[in-house]
């Protein structure tokens, strides 16, 4: 994974930024932080810190995932926007596309997850050892062989909507690790980071941060 590693050069895209945040649109393929290894140097941390040098990180997305991430440009936002993340106090939307016409409209799942020690990264279902993950999902619109779904975590686990889809068996449509066969064959994993919804710092007002879908 590391050796194919090249990612788009597309400009930053930045969707809000003031004194104390900055929310900018990932592109799926580009790292969010550093990898080991110079060769995985070029991130989204480090772009965004190239025009912002005060920024810090708060959250991470995965390599294959677009969409909102949430940067700290003050020591004070970083601490007030992490403990949210920890407490669950904000709300994350994707958007997806996966394999299968769904039947039913909403769902969630509720399934444990843990590392796949011999796969790694790779994140299994694990009854017993497995940390709680759950997933609230809704169809958009089921037709043509896919279904288009929005996905609302309530936690935050390692590859968890990815793992999570397939375990209802439609995986994430372009997905490297968990699609197989035509599931599997698309230009990008279609798992896209819509909304973020969050407490300022500034003052605790209720924010809400969108970017819009590119597939």
Wanted: charged share 25%.
């Amino acid at each position: 994974m590391s050796g194919d590693y090249n990612p788009p050069q597309d400009p930053l895209v930045i969707l809000h930024d003031d004194h104390q945040v900055l929310l900018v649109d990932k592109p799926s393929g580009l790292l969010s932080v550093p990898g080991k290894g110079e060769h995985l140097a070029d991130c989204l941390l480090a772009r965004v810190q190239a025009a912002f040098p005060m920024a810090l990180l708060v959250h991470r997305l995965d390599r294959d995932t677009s969409g909102v991430m949430v940067f700290a440009l003050t020591p004070h936002a970083q601490r007030h926007l992490g403990l949210q993340f920890e407490k669950r106090q904000t709300k994350k939307t994707y958007v997806a596309r996966v394999w299968g016409e769904m039947t039913e409209k909403t769902g969630t799942v509720d399934l444990p997850l843990i590392v796949d020690w011999e796969n790694r990264p790779l994140q299994m279902v694990d009854h017993e050892n497995g940390r709680q993950a759950q997933t609230d999902w809704r169809v958009i619109r089921a037709k043509n062989g896919e279904s288009r779904v929005r996905l609302m975590p309530r936690t935050g686990r390692s590859h968890q909507l990815r793992v999570h889809m397939l375990a209802l068996g439609h995986p994430i449509l372009g997905d490297p690790f968990y699609a197989q066969g035509e599931a599997r064959d698309h230009p990008r994993l279609m798992l896209h980071s819509e909304t973020l919804q969050f407490r300022h710092p500034d003052g605790g007002q209720g924010t809400r941060i969108t970017a819009k879908c590119p597939f």
